[in-house]
Structure formats: C-alpha cells, structure tokens
C-alpha cells in the first residue's frame, strides 16, 4: 500500500485518513516539525477561497472611474475568462509591445517542482514573445546584488556564503549572531524534510563554543549557558564592526599576511576606519554613541573575538534596511583583517538561521525544473522597485551602475505571490496600482492582491494537486499525492496557462503534448541523472518519500572559501582583483552617494539617533512570523489563535508601552507620515526601549479602499515601511528603517 506525504516550504507531513477526511500528523523523519503546518487542510473548503474565475465590474464595463480594491467582482466561465486574458496578451502587446507586459510572479506558492507558478506563466508569456521581468527577492535583493562587486557571482545566492554546520558544531570558539530568530529555520523557499539548525547550534554549544547574539531583543538569545546576547539599536551593526577594526588596527593585531594575500583596497579601507579620510576615529566610544551599547560592553565584545576560530553571521535582515550593504562588507572585511578567511568553521556567514538550508552539510538535489524557455525581452526591474515601474511609465532607474528604462506598464500578470504583502508602503503601490490597464491573478484565495485585480482565476492549493516537492539543499523528496479535490471551480496554474496559450494558438509548444503525470515523470528524470541511486519513478511515486543519504552517511562538509584560500593565484575570485574587494573601484565609477566604495556607518534617514526620531520615536522592526509563512495561513490555525483584539500583535517593551499607557491585549494605532494601522499589543521585558516588533504577513485590510491614506485595520506593517530602497546600487528592500509612534486606541 503506497504511503501518503505533503511537503510544505515549512516541513514535510505525513497525510492520515481518518472518519473525518485527511489530516496532518508530523512526518517522523523531521526531528522538529514545524507546527503551524499541520492546519494546512483547513484552507481546503475555507470561506476565503476563489471558487470561479471572477472579472472586476468596473474593468469589463471599461469605467474608468472604477477602483481597483473597492469594485464589485462578476462571475464568469472559464473559456471566456481565458480568452479574456489571451485577448490582452495579444492586443497589448500588438499596440505596445511585450516590455508593457510584467510578470511578477514569486516563488513561494509552491514547494511542487512542476506546479511551480512563476515557471508556468513564464514559459506562457515567453512563448507569448516575452514580459518584462523582475530580479532577485525581498528576502536577499540588496545581498545578491551587491556581493558579485566583492567576492565574485559565485557568492550572490542565499546558499553560497556559509560554512556547513558540521563545521562550526566541531571548530568554532565564538560564534557571533547579528539577528538570530531561530524560528526563521522552519521555512526554505524549497521544500523541507528535516529541521535541524537548531540542533547544529545546540551540538556546537555543548561542545563549548561561545555565542553572542546581538540584536534589540534578548528573547532571539538560545537558553544556553554559553549564550548571551547583546543590546543594539537597530541599524547600527556596521558601526559596532567598525570598532572591532579599530581596536585591531590600533592594537596591531591584524593578520598582515591574510590582508596581502586574499584583499585588495586594506590601506583605504584603514584610512577610513582610523579617521585619516574623514577625521573621525571609528573607536569603542564613537561606535557606543551610534550603537547605543556602552563602550565597556563594545570593548568586552573586542576581546571576545580574540579567539582562534570566530565566526560573524548576518540575518537576513540586517541588508534589508538602509545601506544594507554596509554590514555585509564589513563582516567580509573584518573576517579578513581577523585572519579568519579559508578557516573551517571561521571567517563569516550570511543566513544561517535565515532558513533551513543555509549551511545544510548535504548533498545538492538541484536538477532541472520546468523549462521556462528563453525571454525575447531584455527590460527588467529589481524586484522591490514594482511601485516605481507602475508610478513612473517610460521613466529610469539607477540601478548596479546601469539606467534601467522603466517600460510603460499596461498589464501586469501575477501568480504565486502576494505584492499587498511583500512590498513596502502599501499605500503607494495602491495609488500606482491603479494604472495598468488590465490586472490578472491567479489565486488560491481573496487575498488583497486579488481584491485588486481585474481578472481572477482561481487556482488550486497544493494539496489538490500531485507534484514532486524538492528543495536543492535538503536530502529529502517527496511525491505530493493530492489529499483532496479542486475546490470548487479551481485549476492548476498548468491547466490555466494551458488554456489560454490554447487560445493563442500555442497549446502544443506550452504542453509539449505531455499530461501532468508525464511531466513529473519527465522531471523526476532529471533527478535520476543525477543521483542514479535513486528510485524509478513507480517506485517513487509508490513509496511517496525518498531520503538521499542516510543519516550516518559522512557530511558533505564546506569551508567557505577554503580553495582561494589556500591558493588565491591558482583560484582566484571572479572579481577585477581576482581578491577580495575591500575597497571596490567598480562601485566607486558609479558615484553613487549612497554607495561609498568601501565598507562605511551611512546613517539612515529612519533611525533611533537621527532627527526623525523626534517626531516617530519607535523603530519598527516587520520580521517574518513564527506562526505562517508570510502572510501564508494568516486565516487560518495557529496565525489566528495568536491574534490580539482580533488584530496582529505588535510586541513593545515594556517602558515604551507604560510611557504610552497601553497595555497587553490593547488596540494600538501604529502610525508615520505613509499611513497608519490597528494592531493588538503585547508587552516585553526583553526588547530593547525605542523598538517595536510587527511581523509581517497580516492579510492587507483598507478600512476605505477609496482613501489613498486609509486606517489600516489588520496590522500590516508595509503600510508604514518606506519604499525606499538600500541604495542605487541594489536597489534592494530597505523594510527595516522604519520609525513610527503608537497610541493606545479607545
């Protein structure tokens, strides 16, 4: 009898039958399951869902004074509502040509390898003759478009800056952790079988090492004797970096020959840190005024480092705020000047903790996914900057050292994402929302983003499907048999685009005559040329679950960047220098003012020691939620049960709320000069004073979709996030600089 798996971005489960229908119990291979996931099925006939394809009234009607977000919707059959879309693909891009068209699909609707959204009408629309097209995330824009510039493309992914777990569980004295919520690790943008960073981390503890978790909130501290966390102000992490360089420099304790042989730019990177370049000595005492931590504190933080084996790891977060490059740079360089580079389980790390995968000490299950096929137009935008794309038609953008033309946007096409989510100052986007002219989702449920379309067509959830969920960095593969029917009307994204590309006369071309099964057979191949261990698809599909290596198998262990390392002539970075880029001549030709060509303390605009901070004195912090993923399930279990008066909880420290009056279980009004919204508080003895934690996620609700300033009510922190961005260079999300006040509401 063949076993039943659903795998999820936030773990694998296994699916029980029972008098009640299907339900999720933890998979028993995971020795932490995630379990917010188990509510998953209740989506199954929930209220929320898209049950038919649905066309706004004020868009089929061609009103022009219609709004997108508060229009009435008409039901529609599929066959017309298909032909409606195939009609504006053709017809927009006859009048003004495929750039007018974006896409801006996102991965995460999905853990499936076929019924990956973003792959399906990608390869519609380039058969189509192509879209307009986005680059890199939220999550990891301004890193994976900054990193090339210092330590070559091989660096740019979420994976590729990090020693494996192995390593730092058998070598590391000091791991420092700026931003560490381990509760970050239930998620990977693939699929995941096993959770284990916190056991990693609880390994390397046990052993002895040290761990210093900076960050404003000393709960993201592990209960472990040999874990202590240290107080910051948000934004400030460089400047706390900065210092350490100092005391290194002026100590005469920098590791001379790892500078010579693996850097380039050290003397103008010193420079800068001794004060020579701008006169201002980055000491203890100067890094204590910006940081908010005392100097004796910054100088017990030195003298830590003073071990043979240290490692600096960087959240995610930290490069999504305002010069969000800088901390990244600046861990690369003090890493360096520390002698730390090529030393197992040392040196420096970004994300791990951020997700499951990073650091994961497996082999890579990557293969071929579905063929998307090649894009016949060049344009595209950096994926946080859709607001200036739709605000700005035939304007530019600086961005990498280009000008980006900014095509005149007439259709936008989403699928697999949720942009009233993910994107920055929701009341600008609303507003720029509004002038494409036609808007297709595809949808499982009535989120925001689907409120504000024109055409909707409902797609089904992943447990209505049968798929092949994988992730590249994890050991495991499922087979995701369906546990229930389409719900109501629904399709797959597949059979959508199939559809239309029907009606455009591409239906061949876009399904190569294959049906669902031959297509996740045909994906399966793929894999089994690769690891030809593996099972035969029957077998597979029958077994539901294959594990790659078992679990006593020899980790597959990796210094980061042991090789060049070892032999920097012999492999060199694929940077101008062949070395690391401590001071970039390429970032300094683009004379970007935001973009200095060295690591360097950019104070920002929002933060708690500028002069903002007179009027918005709170520094709001939108990190992802424990209880969904991103504002995935927020209907649903857990997210729910976790509401406070009905609303998301915002988290406030204790002297922040008692100065304001409020306390546990109030309605509070979070609010700046970008808009306003109503969340439930709870109250901290941990975070730090001056900070305030919203996650994001909450299901965008406008008490007036007519209002362009309207009172949020469900506690979305983007509606008070600045769009923004970390510099011209990335163009990245800069989410977490961001001041606010609150006001307890009657």
Known sequence: MSEHFFATHFGTYRVDQTSAGPSLSAWEGDPQPTPFGLHYLELAQHRCRVAQPMVRRGWLENNSQSIRGADTFIQMDWDRATRLVAHEIERIARVHGNRSIFAGSYGWASAGRFHHAQSQIKRLLNLAGGFTASRHSYSYGTAGAFLPHVLGQDYAGTNACAPSWDQIAQHTDCLVAFGLRLTNAQCDPGGVGRHTVEQWLTRALNRGMRLIVVSPDRADMPDHPNAEHLAIRPNTDTALMLACAY????????????????????????????????????????????????????????????????????????????AGE????????????????????????????????????????????????????????????????LAHPSGTLEYNGRTLPLPDTRMVYWAGGNPFHHHQDLNRLRQAWQRPETIVVHERVWTATAQHADIVLPSTLPFERNDIAVSSNDRTLVFNRATHPPYAEARDDHQICAMIAAHL?????????????????HLYAGYRERFPELPDYPTFRERGIHTLDAEQDAPRSTTLLAEFAAAPEACPLATPSGRIELFSETIASFGYPDSPPHPSWIAPEEWLGGERA???????????????????????????????????????SRQDAEARGIEAGDTVKLFNERG??????????????????????????????TDPMTLELAGNPNTLTQDRRSSRLSQGSAAHSCLVEAVRRE
């Open 505 to 521: 006369g591409l239906a061949d071309e876009f399904t190569e005559k294959r049906e669902t099964d031959d297509w996740l057979a």
């Open 326 to 389: 800088q901390p990244y740079w600046m861990a690369i360089a003090l890493a360096a000047i520390s002698g730390q580079i090529g030393r197992p389980g040392g040196g420096f790390a970004f994300g791990l903790g951020s997700v499951n995968s990073v650091g994961q000490p497996v082999r890579h299950l990557k293969a071929p996914g579905l063929d998307q096929g090649q894009n016949p137009v060049a344009d595209f935008i950096p994926v946080a900057a859709i607001a200036d794309l």
């Open 676 to 705: 306003a919204c109503l969340v439930g508080a709870r109250v901290s003895s941990t975070l730090l004073r001056g900070v305030v934690l919203l996650p994001t996620g909450a299901w965008y609700t406008p008490e007036d979709p």
């Open 247 to 322: 005391a290194r420099i002026q100590n005469d304790t920098i590791d001379r020959k790892q500078i010579q042989r693996l850097t380039t730019g050290f003397d103008r990177l010193a420079a800068y840190v001794m004060g020579d370049s701008d006169g201002v000595p980055k000491t203890p005492a100067w890094a204590a005024r910006v940081t908010g931590v005392s100097r004796s504190q910054i100088e017990q933080f030195i003298e830590a480092l003073r071990v043979p084996t240290s490692l600096l790891n960087l959240g995610w977060s930290l490069q999504r705020a305002t």
């Open 614 to 652: 007179q009027t918005y004195p709170l520094h709001l912090l939108s990190p992802q939620p424990t209880n969904r993923l991103h504002s995935q399930l927020d209907a649903i279990g857990a997210s729910q049960y976790d509401k406070v008066a009905g609303r998301e909880a915002a988290v406030f």
